[in-house]
């Protein structure tokens, strides 16, 4: 399973991977398939063809429905069961 969610120390996170993969303890192509599938499904989602955010909602942002949906809200995992990456 591959999730990463750093907000805000992520320059320390991406020398630190960027560290594992010149030391070989990780492998690029685990770093390039989890880019594939990221990019896969925002391609699904059509990010790339309305790429700017709808700004009609803006005076909605920190309402109570609108952190009461965030609260529901659950990470999507994307789970790799391929036997070479069980030992990642």
Sequence with gaps: MI???VPYNYTEFINGLT???N???IRIQRI???VRRILRV???MGLFENPLADYSF????GSEVSVNSA???RPVFFTDHSPENDSE
């Excluded at 803006?58 to 942002?61: F, G, I, N, Q, S």
């Design 23 to 25: 030391k070989k303890a």
């Design 42 to 44: 925002k391609f699904a």
């Design 3 to 5: 999730q990463v969610m």
């Design 19 to 21: 560290d594992l993969v």
């Design 32 to 34: 390039d398939d989890a």
């Design 71 to 73: 609260r529901r809200m």
């Design 58 to 61: 803006v005076d909605k942002l």
